[in-house]
């Protein structure tokens, strides 16, 4: 078995829940759970846009009955996510939002990289208002 990882047990928490489809841009910060993504049954649907990918899975859910994940970029790409978490919870549609907190490469100047800072702490308190759920991280039988 493959060493076990924060990709690999996030992946195997997302299927220990029934998760089969995560929207998202494709980025390095996120590339141990992708890479997880099919030893667990998961399919990547490729976005242009973060917003996008909540609204895909909000709309996943209201045709299907499927709650669906949707992954954002550090920073802008964090807060490109606020307007389809926020309506999906004003909808009373339940999806998982995930970003990464990696900071900016060393070899970029603070002037020049763009950071999220606390942005993303102060949303998911808001959107976690309709209700929050523990994953289970043990292996899916």
């Known amino acids: 078995m493959a060493e076990l990882n924060g990709g690999r047990l996030l ?18 910060e996120i590339d141990p759970l992708l890479a997880a993504l099919d030893e667990h049954g998961m399919r990547l649907v490729p976005v ?6 909540a609204h895909m899975a909000e709309g996943l859910y209201k045709t299907t009955g499927q709650v669906a994940v949707v992954i954002g970029n550090p920073g802008p790409g964090s807060a490109n ?3 389809g978490v926020i309506t999906a919870r004003h909808e009373g549609v339940p999806l998982v939002a995930i970003t990464s907190g990696r900071t900016a490469p060393a070899s970029r100047s603070a002037t020049s990289a763009i950071r999220a800072s606390d942005a993303s702490g102060r949303w998911a308190r808001y959107a976690a208002g309709a209700g929050t759920r523990t994953l289970d991280a043990s292996p899916v039988a």
């Open 81 to 83: 996510l606020l307007a």
């Open 48 to 53: 242009r846009h973060e917003a996008a990918g």
């Open 11 to 28: 992946a195997r928490c997302l299927a220990n829940e029934g998760v089969r489809f995560v929207f998202g841009l494709p980025s390095p």
